[in-house]
Nanobody, 108 residues
Framework: QVQLVESGGGLVQAGGSLRLSCAAS?????LDWYRQPPGKQREWVAG???????TYAPSVKDRFTASRDNAKNTADLQMNNLKPDDTAVYYC?????WGQGTQVTVSS
């Protein structure tokens, strides 16, 4: 079982940027980012294959960029032009494994 640890969340004003990181305790293949806004269900945000191919939810496309470093077993999610609707707990996931989440709060 691979352990995942997210970091990089925080409070930012609308229009600002944050970079989330996900550190894995071992090799992972496909990795996804999810988020759970307050009072809502968890939703998929972005995915990245081991080869670096990325896909994004329409709501974040052109604002978020996923990347990874396979040698370091890490993945990042660069979030630009943040909006209040992006406020959520963000999780990384690989297979059945989930991190504990990191809070992102975007103020208007």
């Amino acid at each position: 079982q691979v352990q995942l640890v997210e970091s990089g969340g925080g409070l930012v004003q609308a229009g600002g940027s944050l970079r989330l990181s996900c550190a894995a305790s071992g090799t992972v293949f496909g990795l996804d980012w999810y988020r759970q806004p307050p009072g809502k269900q968890r939703e998929w945000v972005a995915g990245i294959t081991r080869g670096g191919r990325t896909t994004y939810a329409p709501s974040v496309k052109d604002r978020f960029t996923a990347s990874r470093d396979n040698a370091k077993n890490t993945a990042d999610l660069q979030m630009n032009n943040l909006k209040p609707d992006d406020t959520a707990v963000y999780y990384c996931s690989a297979g059945p494994n989930w991190g504990q989440g990191t809070q992102v709060t975007v103020s208007s």
